[in-house]
């Protein structure tokens, strides 16, 4: 009995055939592909963003030497050795010449007036703008810089700095800081497709952008969702949006010490780019393998099934990721050059993965490498700021040499200059009985190998030891078991300090990378060399200016004491003789007795204010605290200042409120600073008067004298206050001044916790006001 076969049946079981066939190439290759576009759409975003998360700390890096070296040199300019207008000109302009950052600086006097301002188009002295209450002067200190808040303009965002100068009240520096230019910093991110950065505030507003035309909109950024995050948590997130909202692949870094962020970012167009590639080829070549799997299946589907098997094993093999295995066909048709590609393509991506595991590996050393030279750096720098102590340092900085260059030991050593010889300053390493052998003996020759570094200026590398001449104690060093070593010479502007020396146990040569990191480290080791030598200096300067300081003011108290008790005596027999004891005197001989009297009494004055004076340099005047009534105070001034104006043809007024407190204070000391300015007061004025206000606030005696004499220049109105200084030289030698009363009424006032000023326009008149605490209870120290 003979069957027959169904047409139908039999295309339907040969479709099937092929559609197996088909389908499983076509779940290969999909599953290939899809873990391939995967490793590279994972691989590719991750390499950007340690490619960008690279690119932002660095330009956080640089933006903080950014800072530190504003920091460094404004900390220069606030020097105790620059003590004139002059010095501090030229410092300032130094500064603006060398760093276009700072757009203009600023030197503020011990109570907050400022002194000088020097920008690059001027400079101007004595401008008299009081920054006593801004944050700029009561927060500036003289080891930290202070940085503003920041300030927005037409070219851009600004922000203050400032730093004390060195001395007790000695000023403060200003320094306006143009932030525009870390635009600079962001150029220098390398460059990519679409890549930009900027950075933002801590509230998220635009400080620099390497779109320069952005940074003066000021922009607020904080709306953006990566700026959002990291304002809101801290945290970071690898998908952000641009001001247009288009999305980009973003990296975060921050910078401490300002707590600002800083961003680099790159659109996922430009940044997915290869991805987008990879996936049009793949795409290509699962047409094409398609279309052949098809023919294939079509022609060779009756003898498929075993081929077919093999090639399903090998591709779930594949799939599941073991690259190692290979499909083992041999048809000697298609199917065996199929799996012969799925074989290369196994080896392929065996051979990526390899590839790609190494350039990580690659990658992170460098990385570590990189993260350890930095906190080297960052080490070596904080003992610089932190720390006077030389040999703190340079153990510091030979430590980290040592461990970056994968040395087994080094020295550094110092130079005398008077000796001609080089000494052990610091060992790291060593054996202590090698180390006491190198501290024993001076290298006093400069033609061995320390004195060639030091001649040539550059690294000298000995790949082998005892085949080098002049080498220091050859014979301990090869006995200690060393055999290579770097000599770097530690040159500063003025000559030769040292040498910095590392040694290996093999022989061989250093790296080129480990010669200039040890070239920082030479660089670190001359500046703190330099550091202690400059402290040294300042050091015996401000002892030695002490003590002068010291016999200055017990020289002028003990003349003073000694002046006054012989003047007490002439004015006494003066009065004795215009008094008539000792008979009755020609008018003639009575006018010439009261000359003397008169220019006795005014020596006698100058005399107290200098004995004044000198105490209050020596410490040793202290206030007479009691009550006392301030409407006495002024109406005893009043009294005696009356006879003055009187002779002069002037008026004296006083205008008091009528419910004054009782006060706490000196009185004595508060009449005389009074009675000084009225009496100066009616001595510069010529015509019109004098008036005195008085008024209490809830703790304060606010007090005003007014006069309508010629006034005070504005360039002179901040040193009248100092010692030997008046507005105007012809008047002081015109009214016999001497310059003392008002220094030492600014004394007295500070004394009580108070402060004095004068406002004053030539040719109107001169205002002196002052602040005086009603219950003074503990003595104040003067300025």
């Known amino acids: 009995m003979a069957f027959r076969i169904n047409p139908f049946r039999r295309r339907s079981l040969f479709s099937k055939y092929v559609a197996s066939f088909v389908g499983l190439v076509v779940f290969v290759l999909m599953i290939s592909s899809a873990i391939d576009m995967w490793i590279t759409y994972r691989n590719t975003k991750n390499m950007l963003l340690r490619g960008q998360s690279d690119k932002a700390e660095a330009a956080a890096h640089r933006v903080e030497q950014f800072i530190v070296e504003l920091e460094r040199e404004i900390s220069w300019a606030t020097r105790a050795s620059a003590v004139t207008l002059d010095q501090r000109r030229e410092d300032y302009g130094f500064i603006l010449e060398h760093n276009p950052a700072i ?38 200190q003289h080891d930290v810089a202070w940085f503003g808040p920041l300030t927005s303009s037409p070219t851009g965002p600004h922000m203050l700095m400032s730093m004390a100068h060195a001395g007790e009240n000695a000023g403060v520096t200003v320094a306006d800081i143009e932030l525009k230019f870390l635009s600079d910093i962001l150029n220098g991110v390398p460059a990519g497709a679409g890549v930009s950065a900027y950075i933002t505030a801590a509230d998220g507003k635009l400080i620099a952008h390497t779109d320069a035309s952005l ?35 973003t990296a975060t870094a921050t910078s401490p010490r300002m707590n600002w962020l800083l961003f680099v970012e790159q659109p996922l167009s430009e940044a997915y780019r290869p991805v987008y590639d990879l996936l049009i080829r793949l795409s290509w070549l699962f047409t094409l393998g398609l279309a052949l799997c098809v023919g294939a299946g079509m022609l060779l589907a009756r003898r498929m099934a075993v081929p077919i098997k093999a090639l399903q094993i090998g591709a779930s093999r594949l799939a599941a990721g073991d690259f190692n295995q290979e499909i083992q066909v041999h048809t000697g048709d298609e199917i065996e050059i199929l799996a012969n590609e799925f074989n290369h393509m196994a080896r392929q991506l065996r051979e990526f993965y390899a590839r790609l595991e190494q350039k990580v590996e690659d990658r992170t050393r460098d990385l570590a490498q990189l993260v350890r030279e930095l906190r080297a750096l960052e080490e070596i720098g904080r003992a610089l700021a932190s720390s006077l102590e030389l040999e703190e340092v340079l153990a510091t900085i030979l430590t980290r040499a040592v461990e970056l260059t994968e040395a087994d030991g080094g020295a550094i050593y110092s130079f005398d200059r008077e000796r001609k010889a080089f000494r052990l300053a610091e060992a790291h390493g060593l054996d202590p009985s090698f180390v006491n052998a190198l501290r024993e003996v001076n290298l ?115 003349m003073s004491h000694e002046l006054r008790t012989p003047l007490n005596a002439i004015l006494g027999y003066a009065e004795l003789l215009e008094d008539g004891l000792y008979g009755e005197l020609p008018e003639r001989a009575k006018h010439v007795l009261e000359r003397v009297r008169s220019n006795g009494s005014h020596l006698l004055g100058l005399i107290n204010d200098v004995l004044d004076l000198s105490k209050l340099e020596a410490g040793e005047l202290s206030l007479a605290l009691d009550e006392y009534s301030m409407r006495n105070v002024i109406e005893q001034v009043v009294g005696t200042a009356y006879s003055l104006a009187h002779a002069k043809g002037l008026s004296i007024t006083q205008d008091i409120a009528e419910s004054l407190p009782r006060g706490r204070g000196d009185e004595r000391r508060l009449t005389q600073v009074l009675l000084n300015i009225v009496s100066n007061a009616i001595k510069f004025t010529d015509a019109g008067g004098v008036t005195i206000r008085a008024h209490a606030t809830a703790e304060n005696f606010e007090l005003v004298v007014e006069d309508t004499g010629p006034g005070v220049a504005p360039e002179d109105q901040a040193r009248i206050f100092e010692a030997f200084q008046q507005g105007d030289n012809t008047s002081t030698r015109r009214q016999d001044g001497a310059g003392l009363g008002l220094s030492i009424s600014k004394r007295f006032i500070e004394m009580h916790g108070g402060a004095i000023k004068v406002a004053s326009t030539l040719g109107v008149g001169s205002t002196f006001s002052i602040v005086l605490p009603i219950r003074v209870d503990q003595q104040k120290a003067a300025a």
């Open 103 to 140: 757009a203009e600086i600023m030197q503020l006097d011990g109570s907050g007036r400022e002194l000088l301002r020097v920008s690059r188009a001027s400079v101007t002295v004595g401008g008299g703008d009081d920054w006593s209450l801004t944050e700029a002067f009561r927060n500036a």
């Open 215 to 249: 940074a003066p909109r000021n922009l607020d950024l904080s709306g953006l969702p990566q700026v959002a995050a990291l304002k809101k948590s801290n945290a970071r997130v690898d998908i952000g949006e641009t001001l247009d909202q288009q999305s980009v692949l």
């Open 444 to 558: 006093t020759r400069l033609d061995g190998l320390l004195g060639e570094a030091a001649q040539h200026g550059g690294a000298v590398q000995i790949p082998e030891i005892a085949e080098a001449d002049g080498f220091p104690l050859k014979a301990a060093t090869l006995a200690a078991g060393f055999r290579s070593a770097l000599v770097v010479p530690l040159i500063g502007s003025d000559g030769v300090l040292g040498a910095l020396l590392v040694e290996r146990r093999a022989p061989g040569r250093f790296a080129a990378n480990k010669i200039s990191l040890m070239q920082t480290f030479a660089h670190q080791s001359v500046l703190a060399m330099r550091n202690a030598q400059l402290f040294r200096q300042a050091e015996e300067n401000g002892r030695q200016l002490a003590i002068a300081n010291e016999h200055q003011s017990r020289f002028f108290a003990n």
